[in-house]
């Protein structure tokens, strides 16, 4: 199983930015996916996640009506797309194959991508 992000950088409060997860190594289109940030000196916080066939998603009331998940399971690649982004958002985000759990599991990381908000 591999998770590989990118997508992330520098980007003024009020931008956007997408980013990608290209997987590979299993069945994309079985597996709900999820999008996990740690910002500098805390702890994980769940973003995003996605059913296997795209049609479900969930977000936290923190990042709801700015981030949008989604999924091309021809393509085996997750998108986290980011609006109106806050100096609060920057982190190290990851994608993380959920074992659709309650509470939420994941059995596999990427490496991650960086994301900072600042002007």
């Known amino acids: 199983v591999q998770l590989v992000e990118s997508g992330g950088g520098l980007v003024q409060p009020g931008g956007s930015l997408r980013l990608s997860c290209a997987a590979s190594?299993?069945?994309?289109?079985?597996?709900?996916m999820s999008w996990v940030r740690q910002a500098p000196g805390k702890g994980l916080e769940w973003v995003s996640n996605?059913?296997?066939?795209?049609?479900?998603?969930n977000y936290p009331d923190s990042v709801k009506d700015r981030f949008t998940i989604s999924r091309d399971n021809a393509k085996n690649t997750l998108y986290l797309q980011m609006n109106s982004l806050k100096p609060e958002d920057t982190a190290l985000y990851y994608c993380?194959?959920?074992?659709?759990?309650?509470?939420?599991?994941?059995?596999?990381w990427g490496q991650g991508t960086q994301v900072t908000v600042s002007s």
């Open positions: 996605i059913d296997s066939g795209g049609g479900s998603t």
């Open positions: 190594g299993f069945t994309f289109s079985t597996y709900y």
């Open positions: 993380a194959r959920d074992k659709a759990t309650m509470p939420p599991e994941y059995d596999y």
